[in-house]
């Protein structure tokens, strides 16, 4: 039987449409009601509740801590500081991406880390090979995790906890909701502004009802997994087993991808002046050097007159309302010749907000530059037709609250 | 065709390798006569009813290395085959703690998780880079080996590509192909896993058929050939065949029919007729001369060497070989028949979690303690045991309610020190079933019938010498460039004319078809040359 999570009795209650999918071995609704842009709207419009309690978490302390992270992460630790979370991947020595994740240094010396898979037996083994004095804890059962995200999510957790008003973007603090221990930190997988909380699983169901009470007036909406991840393609956020894989499962190269290839060069931005030792960095060092990346992750947004024009021109309406894909969709080179592959799209969403399709892709550097276009193909009545789509910076949403200070009593 | 004296080819032994060449000759337009010993064919590979309803596999009892190539070629789905899913693995402890592995990895996770979390993700790693390993193997798997004596340009074109396989193999694979040839069973997975029932689970397919233990260097090769099948394309996982082992060779005897071959039952082969090296037939023990200018031997390498030849007409390097290569079997079978599923205290009602094999032998030391029986010439007091419950997947194996269990047993050693097997028989079905009593208590109780085959009955029923159920053992100098002899493993043999095809050829035992596919390849090519 797959495992319930520890807001499972209050997930179940909520959950009015029977489906369920397993989320790395735990039960979790896709949805919880019929509509899925109701629950997108929930992220854009008021705030929403996302239990993403599947994902691995780790507590990673002692004295080598930081040391260890420095080794171990390929984004800098340095940069993540006490009351800080921080955005990171880690590579393997060819420098191809094993996973990212969610660090945060709550207090000093006291790093908790979200992963999509498991990588404790990893971690040790890196701590053990570099001689590092580090308790690398696997949490994943002792805690469950809440998102709150939305306009409003500001607005219903400061009723519970003044400790978030200070909080800014990436912020991550130790609080307490209604006597319990619980941390917060200011991100999430939405690109809007939220929260994510980190609740004792035998606190669980308290803190749901707190949320979801002091949410009532504010239109809080329980939300499943397909629409978050329409919500994070408009975020630009890439999702492993989708937008790339671990190249710890891959077979060949080809499977893998590295920081640059996924557009995180930004991450080492400051690689040139530092010395830092991470796994992986002679691999991409090399890589940014020679210029050797295969490809680049783009944003792609798909031009309305003409997704519009292939499915009238064939007699149908062209499919806006709830589409969210993860298959691959194949992208061509505009010019004389024709079907001239040129890479794919990895997700493909069509944003309700936004009014324009949009897709992550992978795409040679010399297509991807923003404002570049292309033709991606979609499917007209079982037929492959080109549409028109254009290279455009990620994120595609990017609202002002997400990075927003947060005074006392500041409306959204 | 019955009543003619004379066959454009004869194979002598109708297992499932003689089988499977008997069909690929017969395809060829070869009139092929396949010579058993028993009343029905299948040697290793039967099914027999041996208690009204009950369906035993007798021998040998699931299935995953089955060449896919042959399936298709010989065209065995018309025929019947039907390869069902082992979907779990039931790991039981005597403390009450158990592994329930499934066909859902995240699930699998979380259950070697409850163990440890840090082996969950091990398993993850070494299952990957197994599948990966076996991966690349696959090819030398499927064609006949190079021969390393052989200065043949062909021969000396297929070492060297060797060689160049082997060094463009991924760093990765190959460093875990040299563990798993200079390290045992137990030594890797030290290096992977911290939890004993999860480390056992995975050492027993070290041991599986093989005179080691998991400790025994010989053991990770062992490990790794049972890792080289697969079920529908999933590396690493079995299958059970409908109606058994036994169904799948009456799919190949129907094939062969198809083909126009002859089956003889009850022709039990003296040996070969052969004059200035060269086969010219065989002659049956009550004096029967069958002519053919092809007789391939299925059977392994002692008696297609020794015993159906003359070893004075055989060069002495490869009599000598033959005479030294390892049999030495150490397995036992135990089958039951019963009145119902067993019972595991605290899954009680949960027969599912026999739909796989379920593997008695919870810890190292458990493994450890088995051997040291072994070692010292007696059966294991406590032995390893793996068990199926394969009516819980075919329902026709047993009346309605009621099932078959198959209890592949380690170690019955075929010599033993101070006793011999007509006396031990009892005490082997006694003792199997009182160490299935420890885990599922009350089992006795559901016991109808006990059968017993000691390695002494394997070796006189089938012919597998000293009971060996792989033709041969899988040690490293017996498999591949060295089956059955360097310089003798591309199935020919010293007598023009005279073939080997079974599983004492590569690619070796189980239920994999390959050596009488690979050896048909080799003598339909030689015709044509």
Redesign the interface.
């Known amino acids: 039987m797959p495992l319930t999570t520890p807001f499972h009795p209050r997930v179940a209650s909520a959950n009015r449409v029977g489906l369920w999918k397993h989320w790395a071995g735990y039960l979790i609704p896709p949805q919880y009601q019929y509509s899925l842009t109701a629950e997108y709207y929930g992220i854009r419009n008021s705030v929403s509740l996302l239990d993403t309690t599947p994902l691995f978490k780790y507590r990673i302390t002692g004295r080598d801590a930081a040391r260890f992270l420095a080794r171990v992460l390929a984004r800098d630790i340095d940069g993540c500081p006490p009351g800080r979370a921080q955005y990171t991947c880690w590579c393997n020595e060819g420098g191809f991406v094993l996973q990212d994740g969610v660090i945060l240094q709550v207090t000093e010396g006291e790093y908790w880390l979200t992963a999509a898979d498991p990588t404790l037996r990893y971690f040790r083994v890196v701590a053990r090979d570099m001689g590092a004095e580090v308790d690398i804890e696997d949490v994943s059962r002792a805690f469950g995790i809440l998102a709150l995200q939305g306009p409003h999510a500001y607005d219903v957790i400061r009723q519970l906890t003044d400790d978030v008003t200070s909080l800014t973007y990436f912020g991550a603090t130790k609080t307490e909701i209604r006597g319990r221990s619980v941390i917060v930190s200011r991100t999430g997988y939405t690109g809007d502004l939220g929260y994510e909380l980190w609740i004792h699983s035998e606190d669980a169901c308290e803190i749901w009802d707190a949320l979801m009470q002091a949410g009532q007036g504010h239109n809080i909406v329980p939300i499943g997994t397909t629409a978050l991840k329409m919500a994070r393609i408009e975020a630009g956020l890439l999702l492993m087993g989708a937008d790339f894989h671990s190249a710890r499962f891959a077979w060949v190269d080809a499977q893998c991808e590295t920081p640059l290839e996924l557009g995180w060069s930004w991450m080492f931005r400051t690689l040139e002046d530092d010395d830092r030792a991470f796994i992986g960095r002679a691999a991409i060092e090399a890589e940014l050097r020679d210029k050797s990346s295969r490809w680049t992750t783009v944003g792609l947004a798909v031009d309305w007159h003409e997704y519009e024009r292939v499915y009238s021109a064939a007699g149908v309406l062209p499919p806006r309302h709830e589409v969210y894909s993860e298959s691959t969709m194949s992208i061509y080179r505009r010019g004389t010749k024709e079907w001239d592959y040129a890479g794919y799209a990895s997700s493909f969403t069509s944003s309700s907000l936004l009014r324009t399709p949009l897709a992550i892709a992978k795409l040679p550097l010399d297509l991807a530059k923003p404002g570049t276009e292309v033709d991606l193909e979609v499917t007209v009545i079982r037929r492959p037709e080109n549409v028109l789509a254009r290279v455009e910076r990620m994120p595609f949403f990017n609202p002002t609250r997400k990075t927003a200070a947060m005074d006392e009593g500041a409306a959204v | 065709m019955s009543g003619v004296d004379r066959y454009d080819a004869i194979v002598v032994g109708a297992g499932h390798n003689g089988l499977v060449n008997a069909c690929y000759l017969a395809k060829a337009g070869l009139n092929t006569l396949l010579l058993e010993r028993r009343h029905l064919v299948g040697g290793a590979t039967i099914t027999e009813e041996v208690v009204p309803g009950f369906h035993f596999t007798t021998f040998s009892y699931a299935i995953s290395l089955m060449r896919p190539e042959i399936v298709k070629d010989l065209e065995l789905v018309k025929h019947g085959m039907m390869v069902l899913p082992l979907v779990n693995t039931f790991q039981p402890g005597l403390d009450g703690e158990y592994l329930l592995l499934g066909a ?1 990895s ?2 699998n ?2 259950e070697i998780a409850r163990h440890s ?6 398993a ?2 070494l299952d ?1 880079l197994i599948a ?1 390993l076996v ?1 690349a193997l696959k090819p030398w798997m499927d064609r006949i080996p190079p021969n390393s004596r052989s200065s043949d340009p062909a021969d000396m074109a297929a070492l060297a590509e060797l060689e160049g396989w082997y060094e463009a193999l991924d760093p990765d694979v190959r460093a875990m192909l040299e563990r798993f040839r200079t390290k045992s069973a137990a030594e890797i997975l030290d290096e992977y896993f911290e939890s004993d029932l999860v480390k056992a689970l995975y050492a027993s397919s070290g041991i599986i058929g093989s005179r080691c233990s998991v400790r025994d260097r010989a053991s990770g090769i062992v490990w790794l050939f049972h890792k080289l099948g697969e079920f529908d394309g999933d590396p690493g996982h079995w299958g059970f065949h409908k109606g058994g082992n036994g169904g799948f060779t009456q799919v190949l005897a129907r094939a062969f029919e198809s083909f126009g071959g002859t089956v003889r039952l009850n022709a039990s082969v003296a040996g070969l007729r052969y004059e200035e090296g060269r086969s010219t037939g065989v002659e049956l023990e009550d004096g029967t001369v069958i002519e053919s200018d092809l007789v391939v031997s299925a059977l392994d390498p002692r008696q297609t060497f020794l015993r159906l030849v003359d070893p004075e007409d055989l060069p002495e390097d490869l009599v000598g070989r033959i005479r030294d290569f390892k049999f030495q079997g150490t397995a036992a079978k135990v089958n039951f028949a019963l009145s119902d599923v067993p019972t595991f205290p605290g899954l009680e009602g949960r027969e599912d979690i026999f739909r796989g094999f379920t593997n008695l032998g919870p810890s190292i030391d458990y493994l450890m303690e088995a051997w040291a029986d072994c070692e010292a010439g007696r059966v294991s007091r406590r032995p390893f045991v793996d068990c199926c419950v394969q009516s819980t997947i075919d329902p026709d194996m047993a009346p309605a309610g009621q099932h078959v269990m198959s209890c592949f047993v380690m170690y019955a050693p075929y010599h033993l020190a101070d006793s011999d097997w007509e006396t031990e028989r009892d005490n082997l079905g006694i003792t199997v079933q009182e160490t299935i009593e420890e885990f599922f208590p009350g089992f006795g109780e559901l016991v109808l019938h006990r059968e017993v085959v000691t390695p002494m009955d394997i070796e006189q029923l089938i012919g597998l010498s000293e009971g060996n159920i792989f033709a041969g053992e899988l040690l490293e100098d017996q498999l591949f460039l060295n089956r059955p002899a360097p310089g003798w493993n591309q199935y020919r043999t010293p007598i023009s004319g005279y073939y080997q095809c079974g599983s004492g050829t590569h690619p070796g035992g189980c239920v994999t078809g390959g050596p009488g596919w690979l050896a048909a390849k080799q003598i339909l090519g030689d015709r044509e040359a």
């Open positions: 859902d995240d699930a996770y979380h979390a840090a082996d969950a993700e091990a993850r790693d990957h990966r991966r």
